[in-house]
């Protein structure tokens, strides 16, 4: 069974970073484009920001563009989600994902294997 395994959530204060990861248990991933999701409490889960197969092409939301930063680590399998200069207002549960369509594709059904969830917490 595909796992994709998610770490790195918690409680920090407004302006405060952290970095979450996510590892697939398939390593034919590495040749798909992966992406972040946020699901706030009560709504419904949107995109945040993607990362082909290679990690040199990245795409985000326009809410986090120039805090929230993408990255791939080919040779440990490994993506990373650097967030900066949280808000209130990323709260919720992050989800990573797998999508055989290649980078950009901002709508979750367009993923095809999903992550638990990580929470992340940030206080005002």
């Known amino acids: 069974q595909v796992q994709l395994v998610e770490s790195g959530g918690g409680l920090v204060q407004a302006g405060g970073s952290l970095r979450l990861s996510c590892t697939p248990s398939e390593r034919t991933f590495n040749y798909y484009a992966m992406g972040w999701f946020h699901q706030a409490p009560g709504k419904e889960r949107h995109f945040v920001a993607a990362?082909?197969?290679?990690?040199?092409?990245?795409y985000y939301s326009d809410s986090v563009k120039g805090r929230f930063t993408i990255s791939r680590d080919t040779g440990k399998n490994t993506v990373y989600l650097q967030m900066n200069s949280l808000q209130p207002g990323d709260t919720g549960v992050y989800f990573c994902a797998v999508t055989r369509y290649g980078l950009g594709r901002v709508r979750p059904e367009e993923y095809d294997y999903w992550g638990q969830g990580t929470q992340v917490t940030v206080s005002s």
């Open positions: 990362v082909d197969w290679s990690g040199d092409n990245t």
